[in-house]
């Protein structure tokens, strides 16, 4: 049907003629979409004008006008929509008349059958309920003048947006609060197999409630993709409606075929997932609109009293605060500082996200932005140092979310991992799931972050539980497929080859325990040596069952038990039973490299520390440029009480952050021919921020820390004192425990903890206090997980008794705590 055509139907003012009208434009196929929104808005325009022309001369009413609001007056009319409208008039009738005069529009709608929400007031009658009412002074927002007195209209329009201007210190929080509670009620859309397009969170409510806050001037939405994602909600909403003949706006299961054909859509996984990618739009546009909002508001009350306190002058510079290189706090955001130059630092997306999760900090929409524009992009194999902040994002917990979804919205995480493309809002179908497959891995990775301290590599398991879902994008067995995508997938990002093996065999087998434990008969010893030869060693045992539970609840409340982990336990007992057959040798001891040996002996001859220190590189880039991963900083000294906590504090306090450590005794002969224990240390750091201090600097805070006269805690003490770190995440406790046959020559004490300023100088100090020799010490931190073993013996030079081992644990633990 063309527009003429229309017009020419809607010129009978009747019922019957506008019902006739209606229902042509509503089966016309040509225009769906906005077209169709606007042309029904439109006739409903023309009819309603013509009942208020008739109405007005019947009832000899003036200063009157029809005014259409909410979905209405924004002229998008869906099929089965309601007609909200206010009859506005100016008192100078009386009430008898301008009763006469809404029954005469009213009572033709409802004959109709039309769903309609109306109310008479006076410009002052309505002024006063939207200061009332929120949802009132929200849809008073969107008026629009259908007929009548349009300078009417004007006016009030005029004083109901001044008034949501003057109020919006009171109203916008007010507002915030209706939405969280909306959401609370209805769910999350993205994620929901039976959305609700219009109430669940990312739906339409919330589109509306950022127009209202654009109105208010306070703030508004980024408005790239927004009005698109409107777009696809309001066209899945008029499909439904068209499809089931209702005025519903919940997409259930029973319709979703129908709907998706409606709308030229392959079938009801298409539909949802288009749905999904508008409504995670909306939301993201929800967070950011209101994390301004917020800012603003506390910005201004703040504003007048630091006037006060400054006299009158200007208002002090926003504090920045250094999180990382690059990478700063500004104003309860992450930001770049201004040296940051993202077109030559490759790394610096995943540094800024890895220091806004672990502060538990939001990241700047406009830094995202800036970052997807301009960062260079990472180099495959990525960088050791890009490696570590994946892992150490994957490993902040929940606050790992907001930043994730932050970098979705802007392409970066697909541009770091193409494969997630696949999963992107990918639906699933069993009701046991919560999330769609793509947060549904973020989330085993929040899940599993939690369970870190149970692993002797939490960076593998936090990346497998990244990954295990990885093939649901594919035909297949998602575990098959997944297996091959995770392989590349680690390859990429950098792991060696064994590790790259372990992550493919942890994604091939993550419903391993859960399945065979529940449905397999564990006496039987052939199931558990199948267990034992799909998982190959007592490590990877160790990370498929943390996997396995991180799985389990980041699924669903239905998929976790205390029965079920108590099944998977019992199985995981027996499987690793089968694993330690093979037992435990030392390590043969490594020989020390010639700068190490010749490092050694210069300490040997003049009995001081000697340093050496290199910056590492990786093969050069596109530009001929090495990539720096970091600094190898060598230490030799005599063997001497108290190395490792000094060593360890000194760097410390020159920020630098220790990424892996060796620590060993070498013996070498003197020139009286005794053999002297000479200490080797082995570092490799990053600066924190700022540049590399020097050589000469380090040794000699080194001297003054071993001879007593720098004392390093009430240092460290002293920076934290005057510049607080943010608390950040909350991270799973310590963990100090004794290997089980760890080696025969010394004990082995592991401890498992949160990476921070000072933590192995604190470890260091309390095996010093407890009168332990350390034999050797390897050091890794992986993400935000330091994974420790140090190799001590007593002062005979024996391993410890399993009692004084066990109390020794107990005391780190506490010194830790």
Same mark, same amino acid.
């Given at each position: ?21 209606? +229902? ?46 909410? /979905? ?19 008192? =100078? ?19 109709? /059958? ?166 995670? !739009?909306? =939301?993201?546009?929800?967070?950011? !609109? ?35 290189? $690059? ?90 991992? &193409? ?31 939690? +369970?870190?301290?149970?692993? /002797? ?72 040596? =199948? ?88 093969? &050069? ?86 001879? $007593? ?24 406790? &310590? ?83």
């Amino acid at each position: 049907m063309t527009s003429t055509e229309v017009t020419t139907e809607s010129e009978d003012s009747g019922p019957s003629g506008y019902a006739a009208a209606r +229902l042509r434009l509503l089966q016309e196929k040509a225009q769906p979409g906005p077209p169709r929104r606007a042309a029904l808005a439109s006739l409903t325009d023309d009819w309603l004008t013509a009942l208020f022309a008739t109405a007005t001369e019947q009832t000899g009413v003036r200063g009157a006008a029809l005014v259409a609001v909410g /979905g209405y007056g924004r002229g998008e009319l869906s099929p089965r929509s309601d007609l909200d409208l206010v009859l506005l008039h100016d008192g =100078s009738a009386d009430a008898g008349a301008i009763a006469s005069l809404a029954d005469r529009i009213w009572y033709p709608v409802w004959d109709l /059958g039309l769903a309609l929400d109306h109310s008479v007031r006076t410009p002052g009658e309505a002024r006063k309920t939207a200061a009332e009412d929120l949802k009132v002074q929200l849809g008073l927002l969107d008026a629009r003048p259908v007929a009548g007195d349009r300078g009417l209209v004007a006016a009030m329009r005029t004083t109901i947006l001044a008034d949501w201007r003057n109020q919006a210190p009171k109203r916008l929080p007010a507002l915030d609060e209706l939405c969280r509670e909306r959401a609370e009620r209805q769910g999350e859309l993205q994620f929901l197999l039976e959305p609700d397009l219009k109430e669940a969170r990312g739906g339409l409510r919330d589109a509306t409630a950022l127009r209202a806050v654009a109105a208010s001037w306070v703030a508004d939405a980024p408005r790239e993709g927004l009005a698109e994602a409107r777009r696809v909600l309001l066209d899945a909403r008029d499909a439904l409606h068209l499809t089931t003949g209702r005025a519903t706006d919940r997409l259930a299961l029973q319709e979703q075929d129908q709907v998706a054909t409606a709308l030229g859509l392959l079938d009801a996984d298409a539909l949802l997932r288009q749905v999904y990618e508008a409504a995670r !739009t909306v =939301s993201y546009a929800t967070d950011v !609109t209101w994390r301004e909002v917020h800012r603003v508001l506390r910005a201004r009350s703040v504003r007048p009293r630091l006037r006060a306190m400054l006299g009158g002058g200007k208002t002090a510079a926003t504090e920045r605060t250094p999180l990382a290189e $690059g990478v700063v706090e500004a104003d309860g955001e992450v930001v770049l500082a201004r040296t940051a130059r993202p077109e030559r630092d490759a790394v610096l997306v995943l540094r800024a996200a890895a220091a806004a999760a672990q502060s538990e900090l939001p990241i700047s929409r406009h830094v995202v932005r800036h970052l997807a524009a301009a960062a260079r992009p990472l180099p495959v194999p990525w960088p050791a140092e890009a490696r570590e902040e994946l892992v150490t994002l994957l490993g902040a917990g929940e606050a790992t979310i907001p930043v994730w979804e932050a970098l979705e919205a802007e392409g970066l995480i697909t541009r770091l991992l &193409p494969d997630w493309e696949r999963v992107h809002c990918r639906p699933q179908r069993n009701p046991v799931h919560t999330w769609t497959v793509d947060r549904h891995l973020v989330e085993a990775a929040v899940r599993a972050s939690s +369970l870190t301290r149970r692993v /002797g590599r939490p960076d593998l398991l936090l990346v497998a539980a990244l990954l295990h879902d990885i093939g649901k994008g594919w035909p297949g067995d998602h575990s098959v497929a997944g297996e091959v995508i995770a392989r590349d997938v680690a390859a990429r990002i950098g792991f060696d080859q064994h590790d790259v093996g372990v992550i493919a065999t942890l994604v091939r087998h993550h419903l391993l325990l859960v399945e065979t434990a529940t449905r397999r008969d564990l006496d039987d010893p052939a199931t558990v040596r =199948s267990v034992a030869t799909a998982v190959g060693s007592a490590s990877t045992l160790e990370l498929l069952h943390a996997l396995t539970e991180a799985d389990a609840l980041a699924t669903g409340p239905a998929a976790w038990s205390t029965w079920r982990a108590s099944l998977v336990a019992d199985l995981v007992t027996r499987v690793a039973a089968v694993l330690a057959g093979e037992a435990t040798a030392d390590p043969e001891p490594v020989e020390p490299s010639a700068e190490q040996e010749r490092l050694a002996i210069e300490a040997l001859r003049t009995g001081e520390p000697v340093l050496a220190l290199h910056a590492q590189a990786e093969t &050069p880039n596109e530009d001929g440029e090495p990539e720096p991963i970091g600094v190898e900083l060598l230490i030799a000294l005599p063997d001497r009480p108290g190395v490792l906590p000094a060593a360890a504090g000194v760097l410390a306090l020159h920020r630098l952050t220790v990424r892996a450590a060796d620590l060993r005794a070498v013996e070498l002969p003197t020139e009286l021919g005794e053999c002297v224990d000479v200490l080797l240390l082995s570092w490799r750091v990053a600066v924190e921020y700022g540049s590399l201090p020097q050589a000469a600097r380090l040794r000699a805070d080194l001297v003054r820390a071993l001879d $007593g006269s720098l004392d390093i805690p009430a240092r460290l003490a002293e920076r934290e004192a005057a510049y607080p770190r943010r608390r950040g995440v909350k991270a799973p406790p &310590p963990r100090v425990t004794v290997a089980a046959a760890g080696s025969r020559l010394a004990t082995v004490i592991e401890v498992r903890a949160q990476d921070a300023p000072g933590l192995l100088h604190r470890i260091g100090r309390a095996l010093e206090q407890s009168a332990v020799r350390v034999r050797s010490a390897h050091v890794s931190t992986l993400g935000a997980n330091a994974v420790d073993a140090f190799y001590v013996t007593g002062a005979d030079g024996e391993p410890l008794s399993d009692a004084r081992a066990t109390e020794l644990a107990r005391e780190v633990e506490r010194a830790l705590g």
